[in-house]
């Protein structure tokens, strides 16, 4: 109706078309407006929720089970060996264990011993037998072919340890003996004072114990110049080979005792009745009281600190023991977590997730 009368309009009063419209457009509105004002007005306001799902709802493609890569079979297989491989080693260092404390055991029991003269005819190849056995040794020091393993620090002082051949007086083969810790300031054989226990030219006898010759490492510090009488790792089978000794270790006993000495005149006759005097120094027959120094007096005399009668095996295997069947049973619970752990499946994960918010 409205357009009808917007066309009667138009036609009356002779407007054009662009006129007519804008006329007719705006009658439109006029009464959309009065429309509006008749219509009761309602406010409705709703609220909606929306959970937005976090699962991927793209259709799920099948899945190859049992897809491994080769990492995945290096992991597994070193996960599988460790366990064993550390019960192995565990297992051995049980072993050592056992060895061990069977050494300790046979070596202080020889200790308790009372000293014997060392056999004239004692080889290297038994010096197995004779470990930490206490013996007794007899002769002169050749203080000229003293040699020197160092350095090291003891009561705070640097110093060497010294091996000193003796000349047996049994006639045996001559021996090197580690008569122990000089100072550095009495490396030197005219700087050490008390001669006759720092440098005895008269024939002496030692209590020493017997140890065993250790294998020499394979990476050590090699000597510099062939000449040279220091070694700064022991090695006994190179210092005998130097000072034309047995390779034997023999360590002296430390002896804080005073040992006086005393001149001793030897008359004899010879093939023609003629008389010949000899002196001889030794120690005092009738030393009355002895007097006995202590290590500082020792260190600072240029006297060598000698061993103690005591076992220096170490013994650390119940650690590794301890340590190697630990990470076997920690490797073992590990590997049954990872192989009772199941891989995950998106499909099951997303019809748990619709089970629970639909």
């Keep these: ?76 297989s070193l996960l599988i ?88 007086s049994d006639g045996g083969e001559d021996i090197l003996i580690e008569r122990g810790f000089i100072t550095d300031e009495n490396i030197l054989p005219q700087r050490r004072s008390l001669k006759h226990l720092s440098l005895p030219e008269h024939e002496v006898e030692i209590e020493c114990i017997i140890k065993n010759i250790n294998p020499k490492a394979r990476i050590t510090m090699e000597k510099i110049d062939p000449d040279s009488r220091l070694w700064h790792i022991l090695d006994i089978e190179e210092m005998s080979e130097f000072t034309k000794t047995m390779k034997l270790h023999v360590c002296a006993l430390v002896d804080l005792k005073d040992h006086p000495i005393e001149t001793v005149t030897h008359t004899k006759k010879n093939w023609f009745g003629k008389s010949i005097t000899t002196k001889e120094v030794q120690y005092r027959r009738d030393p009355g009281e002895v007097n006995e120094f202590s290590r500082y007096q020792f260190l600072k005399g240029g006297v060598p600190l000698g061993r103690s009668a005591s076992i220096d095996y170490r013994n650390n295997h119940l650690n590794y023991l301890i340590t190697w069947y630990g990470l076997s049973f920690a490797s073992t619970i590990l590997l049954f977590f990872v192989l009772k752990k199941k891989p995950n499946d998106p499909l099951k994960e997303k019809l748990k997730h619709a089970r629970r918010h639909m």
């Design 1 to 76: 109706m409205l357009i009808l009368r917007s066309l009667l309009v138009r036609r009356s009063l002779g407007m054009p078309p662009l006129i007519s419209a804008s006329i007719s457009r705006s009658l439109q509105i006029s009464k959309a407006v009065s429309s509006q004002s008749v219509m009761p007005k309602f406010n409705i306001s709703s609220q909606r929720s929306l959970i937005t799902s976090p699962v991927d709802w793209k259709p799920v493609k099948a899945a190859k089970k049992n897809e491994w890569t080769t990492s995945k079979y290096i992991f597994l």
């Design 81 to 168: 060996l460790m366990p064993i491989i550390s019960f192995m080693l565990g297992t051995w260092q049980l072993r050592r264990l056992k060895w061990k404390n069977n050494l300790i055991a046979v070596s202080e029991d020889r200790l308790t011993y009372p000293p014997i003269p060392l056999p004239k005819s004692i080889r290297p190849e038994d010096s197995d037998d004779w470990q930490y056995r206490r013996v007794i040794v007899q002769g002169k020091f050749d203080h000229s072919r003293e040699v020197f393993v160092g350095p090291k620090v003891v009561n705070e002082m640097k110093g060497y340890t010294l091996y000193t051949p003796l000349i047996r």
